[in-house]
Protein backbone atom coordinates (compact mmCIF):
# COMPACT_ATOMS: atom_id res chain seq x y z
CA UNK A 1 0.00 0.00 0.00
CA UNK A 2 0.92 3.52 -1.07
CA UNK A 3 1.64 5.36 2.32
CA UNK A 4 0.39 8.97 2.71
CA UNK A 5 2.19 11.43 5.27
CA UNK A 6 0.76 14.99 5.40
CA UNK A 7 2.89 17.98 7.43
CA UNK A 8 2.06 19.74 9.81
CA UNK A 9 -0.66 17.67 11.60
CA UNK A 10 -2.11 20.63 12.96
CA UNK A 11 -1.47 24.60 12.30
CA UNK A 12 -2.70 27.80 13.76
CA UNK A 13 -3.02 30.94 11.41
CA UNK A 14 -5.11 34.07 11.09
CA UNK A 15 -7.28 35.59 8.55
CA UNK A 16 -5.50 36.60 5.37
CA UNK A 17 -2.35 34.81 6.18
CA UNK A 18 -1.09 32.45 3.12
CA UNK A 19 -1.15 28.60 4.45
CA UNK A 20 0.62 25.96 2.62
CA UNK A 21 0.38 21.97 3.46
CA UNK A 22 2.83 19.17 2.34
CA UNK A 23 1.92 15.62 1.20
CA UNK A 24 4.26 13.35 0.52
CA UNK A 25 3.90 9.91 -1.06
CA UNK A 26 5.84 6.60 0.22
CA UNK A 27 6.70 5.98 -3.67
CA UNK A 28 5.89 7.94 -7.09
CA UNK A 29 2.25 8.74 -7.62
CA UNK A 30 2.46 10.27 -10.59
CA UNK A 31 0.04 13.79 -10.51
CA UNK A 32 -2.31 11.62 -8.51
CA UNK A 33 -3.07 13.19 -5.62
CA UNK A 34 -6.47 14.79 -4.41
CA UNK A 35 -6.94 17.37 -1.86
CA UNK A 36 -10.24 17.12 0.59
CA UNK A 37 -11.73 19.63 3.29
CA UNK A 38 -13.82 18.39 6.46
CA UNK A 39 -15.73 20.39 8.97
CA UNK A 40 -16.57 19.06 12.03
CA UNK A 41 -19.52 16.81 11.57
CA UNK A 42 -19.20 17.00 7.67
CA UNK A 43 -18.74 15.21 5.13
CA UNK A 44 -15.77 15.72 2.96
CA UNK A 45 -15.35 17.71 0.44
CA UNK A 46 -12.91 17.64 -2.87
CA UNK A 47 -11.37 20.49 -3.63
CA UNK A 48 -8.52 19.50 -6.13
CA UNK A 49 -8.22 16.31 -8.01
CA UNK A 50 -5.24 15.52 -10.12
CA UNK A 51 -2.64 17.07 -8.05
CA UNK A 52 -3.60 20.38 -9.27
CA UNK A 53 -7.34 21.22 -11.07
CA UNK A 54 -9.45 23.07 -9.07
CA UNK A 55 -12.74 21.32 -8.05
CA UNK A 56 -16.14 22.98 -9.88
CA UNK A 57 -17.24 25.63 -7.39
CA UNK A 58 -14.03 25.42 -5.13
CA UNK A 59 -12.72 29.50 -4.75
CA UNK A 60 -9.06 29.85 -6.94
CA UNK A 61 -7.25 31.18 -3.36
CA UNK A 62 -6.92 26.95 -3.29
CA UNK A 63 -4.38 25.78 -5.30
CA UNK A 64 -2.51 22.16 -5.54
CA UNK A 65 1.01 21.57 -7.08
CA UNK A 66 2.97 18.96 -6.89
CA UNK A 67 4.22 15.45 -8.91
CA UNK A 68 5.65 12.45 -8.29
CA UNK A 69 6.46 12.06 -4.07
CA UNK A 70 5.75 15.35 -2.88
CA UNK A 71 2.33 17.58 -3.28
CA UNK A 72 1.24 21.00 -1.17
CA UNK A 73 -1.97 22.71 -1.10
CA UNK A 74 -1.70 26.40 -1.05
CA UNK A 75 -4.38 28.39 0.78
CA UNK A 76 -3.01 32.09 -0.58
CA UNK A 77 -5.69 33.87 1.76
CA UNK A 78 -7.15 32.22 4.68
CA UNK A 79 -10.67 32.72 5.33
CA UNK A 80 -12.80 32.56 8.20
CA UNK A 81 -14.73 29.71 6.02
CA UNK A 82 -11.80 27.77 5.55
CA UNK A 83 -11.21 26.27 8.95
CA UNK A 84 -11.29 22.45 8.45
CA UNK A 85 -8.96 19.61 8.78
CA UNK A 86 -7.50 19.08 5.03
CA UNK A 87 -7.02 15.62 3.93
CA UNK A 88 -4.75 14.27 0.77
CA UNK A 89 -5.35 10.84 -1.04
CA UNK A 90 -3.85 9.03 -3.59
CA UNK A 91 -5.94 7.71 -6.46
CA UNK A 92 -2.60 5.98 -8.12
CA UNK A 93 -3.80 2.50 -6.80
CA UNK A 94 -5.77 0.63 -5.08
CA UNK A 95 -6.42 1.06 -1.97
CA UNK A 96 -6.93 5.03 -1.96
CA UNK A 97 -5.12 5.73 0.90
CA UNK A 98 -5.66 9.37 2.66
CA UNK A 99 -3.15 11.35 4.62
CA UNK A 100 -3.75 11.48 8.04
CA UNK A 101 -4.90 14.81 8.31
CA UNK A 102 -4.00 18.69 8.74
CA UNK A 103 -6.28 20.50 10.96
CA UNK A 104 -6.46 24.38 10.28
CA UNK A 105 -6.94 26.31 13.49
CA UNK A 106 -7.77 30.52 14.23
CA UNK A 107 -4.77 32.19 15.78
CA UNK B 1 -28.13 17.77 -7.84
CA UNK B 2 -25.94 14.62 -6.68
CA UNK B 3 -27.39 13.42 -3.47
CA UNK B 4 -26.41 10.44 -1.37
CA UNK B 5 -28.25 9.42 1.21
CA UNK B 6 -26.88 6.42 3.67
CA UNK B 7 -29.06 4.20 6.11
CA UNK B 8 -28.94 1.13 8.17
CA UNK B 9 -26.29 2.26 10.70
CA UNK B 10 -26.35 1.65 14.53
CA UNK B 11 -25.20 -0.35 17.42
CA UNK B 12 -24.31 -3.95 17.08
CA UNK B 13 -22.36 -6.34 19.14
CA UNK B 14 -19.43 -7.56 18.35
CA UNK B 15 -19.66 -10.31 15.85
CA UNK B 16 -22.83 -9.03 14.69
CA UNK B 17 -23.89 -8.10 11.55
CA UNK B 18 -25.47 -5.02 9.85
CA UNK B 19 -26.48 -3.75 6.37
CA UNK B 20 -25.56 -0.08 5.11
CA UNK B 21 -27.65 1.21 2.33
CA UNK B 22 -26.91 4.17 0.39
CA UNK B 23 -29.86 5.95 -1.96
CA UNK B 24 -28.25 8.11 -5.08
CA UNK B 25 -29.85 10.89 -7.09
CA UNK B 26 -29.22 13.57 -9.51
CA UNK B 27 -27.06 11.35 -11.82
CA UNK B 28 -26.92 8.43 -13.89
CA UNK B 29 -25.83 5.89 -11.09
CA UNK B 30 -25.04 2.88 -13.08
CA UNK B 31 -22.05 4.66 -15.46
CA UNK B 32 -20.15 5.49 -11.64
CA UNK B 33 -18.34 3.85 -9.47
CA UNK B 34 -18.77 4.06 -6.06
CA UNK B 35 -17.11 3.51 -2.47
CA UNK B 36 -17.95 3.41 0.93
CA UNK B 37 -15.55 5.54 3.41
CA UNK B 38 -15.16 5.54 6.80
CA UNK B 39 -13.74 7.86 9.78
CA UNK B 40 -13.37 6.21 13.54
CA UNK B 41 -14.43 9.16 16.17
CA UNK B 42 -11.58 11.60 16.27
CA UNK B 43 -9.41 9.96 13.27
CA UNK B 44 -8.86 10.39 9.81
CA UNK B 45 -10.68 8.81 6.72
CA UNK B 46 -10.42 5.05 5.97
CA UNK B 47 -11.74 3.65 2.20
CA UNK B 48 -13.13 0.25 2.93
CA UNK B 49 -14.61 -0.70 -0.08
CA UNK B 50 -15.39 -0.06 -3.98
CA UNK B 51 -17.50 -1.03 -6.46
CA UNK B 52 -17.60 -0.54 -10.30
CA UNK B 53 -20.74 0.50 -12.40
CA UNK B 54 -22.00 -2.13 -13.39
CA UNK B 55 -21.13 -4.02 -10.13
CA UNK B 56 -18.47 -6.64 -11.84
CA UNK B 57 -15.79 -5.54 -10.01
CA UNK B 58 -15.80 -5.18 -6.31
CA UNK B 59 -12.33 -3.63 -4.27
CA UNK B 60 -11.95 -4.22 -0.58
CA UNK B 61 -9.06 -2.75 2.24
CA UNK B 62 -7.27 -5.53 3.82
CA UNK B 63 -8.94 -4.48 7.17
CA UNK B 64 -12.56 -5.58 6.00
CA UNK B 65 -11.56 -8.21 3.17
CA UNK B 66 -13.42 -11.51 3.89
CA UNK B 67 -16.03 -9.43 6.70
CA UNK B 68 -17.49 -6.82 4.37
CA UNK B 69 -19.42 -7.25 1.00
CA UNK B 70 -20.39 -4.22 -1.26
CA UNK B 71 -22.79 -4.41 -3.78
CA UNK B 72 -25.29 -2.44 -5.90
CA UNK B 73 -28.62 -2.42 -7.11
CA UNK B 74 -28.34 -0.32 -10.29
CA UNK B 75 -32.41 -0.67 -10.20
CA UNK B 76 -32.73 0.99 -7.25
CA UNK B 77 -30.11 3.52 -7.69
CA UNK B 78 -28.89 2.20 -4.06
CA UNK B 79 -25.46 0.96 -2.64
CA UNK B 80 -24.71 -1.27 0.02
CA UNK B 81 -22.75 -2.21 2.61
CA UNK B 82 -23.11 -5.99 3.98
CA UNK B 83 -20.58 -5.84 7.04
CA UNK B 84 -20.42 -9.27 9.11
CA UNK B 85 -18.37 -10.05 12.22
CA UNK B 86 -18.04 -7.07 13.21
CA UNK B 87 -15.55 -5.48 15.51
CA UNK B 88 -15.04 -2.50 17.88
CA UNK B 89 -12.47 -1.49 15.59
CA UNK B 90 -15.17 -0.95 13.07
CA UNK B 91 -16.91 1.67 15.04
CA UNK B 92 -17.03 4.94 12.41
CA UNK B 93 -19.27 6.77 10.68
CA UNK B 94 -19.56 5.35 7.33
CA UNK B 95 -19.92 7.16 4.22
CA UNK B 96 -20.78 6.63 0.76
CA UNK B 97 -19.03 8.80 -1.76
CA UNK B 98 -19.40 8.73 -5.84
CA UNK B 99 -16.30 7.79 -7.85
CA UNK B 100 -15.23 10.85 -10.51
CA UNK B 101 -14.94 8.41 -13.33
CA UNK B 102 -14.03 9.21 -16.81
CA UNK B 103 -15.25 7.21 -19.95
CA UNK B 104 -13.42 6.33 -22.63
CA UNK B 105 -15.60 4.60 -25.13
CA UNK B 106 -17.38 2.44 -24.25
CA UNK B 107 -16.32 2.08 -21.02
CA UNK B 108 -16.50 3.97 -17.81
CA UNK B 109 -13.63 3.57 -15.40
CA UNK B 110 -12.96 4.15 -11.18
CA UNK B 111 -11.07 7.33 -10.64
CA UNK B 112 -10.37 6.51 -7.50
CA UNK B 113 -10.94 9.55 -6.33
CA UNK B 114 -14.28 11.49 -4.64
CA UNK B 115 -16.76 14.12 -5.93
CA UNK B 116 -19.35 13.40 -4.10
CA UNK B 117 -20.24 12.40 -0.50
CA UNK B 118 -23.12 11.29 1.65
CA UNK B 119 -23.65 12.35 5.05
CA UNK B 120 -22.82 9.30 6.91
CA UNK B 121 -24.23 6.67 8.88
CA UNK B 122 -22.75 5.98 12.51
CA UNK B 123 -22.28 2.27 13.26
CA UNK B 124 -21.23 1.47 17.23
CA UNK B 125 -19.86 -1.92 17.60
CA UNK B 126 -20.05 -2.27 21.25
CA UNK B 127 -21.25 -4.61 23.69
Known amino acids: DIQMTQSPSSLSASVGDRVTITCRAS??????LNWYQQKPGKAPKLLIY???SLQSGVPSRFSGRGSGTDFTLTISSLQPEDFATYYC?????????FGQGTKVEIK | EVQLLESGGGLVQPGGSLRLSCAAS????????MSWVRQAPGRGLEWVSGISGSGGSTYYADSVKGRFTISRDNSKNTLYLQMNSLRAEDTAVYYC????????????????????WGQGTLVTVSS
Open chain 1, 50 to 52: VAS
Open chain 1, 27 to 32: QSISSY
Open chain 2, 26 to 33: GFTFSTYA
Open chain 1, 89 to 97: QQSYSIPPM
Open chain 2, 97 to 116: AKDEGYCSSPSCYPSWYFDS
